[in-house]
């Protein structure tokens, strides 16, 4: 059986690339497999406090109502909050210990933190993917579900569970990481070059989940393309990233393919083109905006979910602890 473990920040409203890179995959893993999908408010803790732990409460409850939303199933999955399991914190410790340096301070995420946030730069940014190794290894996970651009912390995770297995005999399943071909990265929709981000300062740039339909239409409308004369349509990255990025979200969407897509928008006008993303993600944000209404109105049953979901998480994470901690002699 494939345990399978995934997470989200709860450091905002949730955007069409969370949605897009990997929530829209994760009720299909239900079926099969026994599913983690953690709520991740710890890792919260490494941005900046005043503006962001002061919503924690209300955006803990937000995230839980939009995994619903799209389709996840509290009956048969564990869905928990990660500060309810202080099992995290304590193989966080333990990991810490094999983490060195030099391979963390290579993290692109840590680095462009570094770079362009300059403030706050504290030791919980720099042991993020740390704290997400145990979040994963904890559960015995051998699948993780994510976008792009948390790739290389779970390489990282993979590096020291078989670091940790070398040195005190086999403990951890290394896990394998699915990340899907296209939607992986959903880029800004203003600068395209850019990956569309929760707390992306222009908010031109980001579709969120909750945005009334009119708002994310105007964003679509508004979006970067290129000045190709004549237009075209077609699905080239490099060369076309704002047309690129509106053909994944349309065909994601609407589940055509690019090469279909291509073919319809065939001698059409960017304007057409972009008419028809707008018609797609209304429908797609009317029926997921109006699950998550459903969900989000009864508070006394998020609690329970998640009071649930976190006696489980607990009770198996501190079994598997329990063996580390002896395997290691403390
Ligand atoms: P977070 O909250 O930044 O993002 C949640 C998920 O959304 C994906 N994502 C995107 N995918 C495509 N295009 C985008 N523009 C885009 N933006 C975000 C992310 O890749 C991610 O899958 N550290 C994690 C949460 C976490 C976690 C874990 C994940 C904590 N522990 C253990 C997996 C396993 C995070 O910050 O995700």
């Not at 599913?35 to 710890?42: N, S």
């Not at 990660?82 to 914190?89: E, K, L, R, T």
């Not at 993600?281 to 969900?295: A, D, P, R, S, V």
């Amino acid at each position: 059986e494939n345990i399978i473990f995934t997470g989200i920040q709860p450091s905002g409203r949730l955007t069409l690339g969370n949605y897009l890179g990997t929530m829209k995959y994760w009720k299909n893993f239900q079926k099969s497999s026994k599913c983690y999908f953690c709520i991740a408010d710890l890792h919260v803790l490494t941005t900046s406090l005043k503006d962001r732990t002061y919503f924690l409460k209300r955006t803990i409850l937000d995230t839980l109502s939009w995994y619903l939303a799209c389709g996840i199933d509290y009956k048969k999955n564990i869905i928990f909050v990660q500060s309810h399991v202080p099992a995290h914190s304590q193989l966080y410790w333990i990991l810490n210990c094999i983490s060195y340096y030099g391979e963390l301070s290579r993290m692109t995420q840590f680095k462009n933190q570094v770079f362009f946030k300059k403030k706050n730069i504290n030791l919980g940014l720099f042991g993020y993917p740390v704290l997400m190794a145990s979040d994963i290894l904890l559960y015995q996970s051998n699948l993780i579900l994510v976008g792009q651009d948390q790739k290389q912390h779970l390489e990282f995770t993979q590096k020291i569970a078989k670091r940790l297995n070398s040195i005190y005999g086999n403990i951890f399943i290394i896990p394998q990481i699915f990340i899907p071909i296209f939607g992986k990265k959903i880029m800004g929709l203003q600068n395209p070059l850019k990956k569309m981000s929760k707390t992306d300062k222009n908010q031109k740039n980001v579709i969120f989940l909750e945005d009334p339909v009119k708002i994310s239409i105007s964003k679509i409308q508004l979006s970067i393309t290129d000045s190709d004369n004549p237009p075209r349509i077609v699905y080239d990255p490099q060369k076309k990233p704002g047309i690129s990025n509106l053909l994944i979200i349309g065909s994601l969407l609407s589940d055509q393919k690019i090469e279909i897509l291509e073919k319809k928008f065939l001698n059409k006008t960017y304007q057409q083109f972009k008419d028809w993303v707008s018609i797609v993600l209304k429908n797609f944000l009317k029926k997921i905006q109006n699950l998550y209404l459903y969900y989000r109105k009864d508070e006394l049953k998020l609690y329970q979910i998640l009071k649930n979901g976190s006696k489980i998480a607990n009770n198996n994470a501190q079994n598997f602890l329990h063996k580390i901690q002896k395997k290691m002699n403390i």
